[in-house]
């Protein structure tokens, strides 16, 4: 007995909503790095008694990076708080 079977494979392709996410990916991680390369003026940051000599824009993008790792971690401890109710 010879059995054939009907698959027909379908493309997955992005949508608007997803080809629109990653032009505006694109484009903020171009001003971040034009941010970054147009603020170079070093200053000495102190935090602790650690004692750092960075750029201020490197030193602005990491302050944005710690500060967005709070948001997510408070964030994820409301869900779980949420779900657990």
């Known amino acids: 007995m010879i059995t054939t079977s009907d ?3 379908t493309k997955r392709r992005g949508g608007f ?7 505006v990916t ?7 790095v034009i941010f970054v390369l147009q ?3 070093h ?3 102190n935090f602790l008694g650690w ?3 960075l750029g201020q824009g ?3 993008l990491g302050a944005a990076v710690v500060g967005a790792i709070i948001a997510l971690t408070a964030t994820a401890a409301f ?3 949420r779900a657990v109710r």
Not at 17 to 23: D, G, H, R, V
């Open 79 to 81: 869900k779980v708080r």
């Open 39 to 41: 603020n170079t003026v």
């Open 17 to 23: 909503a997803s080809k629109l996410a990653l032009l």
């Open 43 to 45: 200053s000495t940051i």
């Open 58 to 60: 490197v030193a602005m």
């Open 7 to 9: 698959t027909t494979t």
């Open 26 to 32: 694109v484009v903020l991680v171009a001003a971040l």
């Open 51 to 53: 004692n750092f000599d």
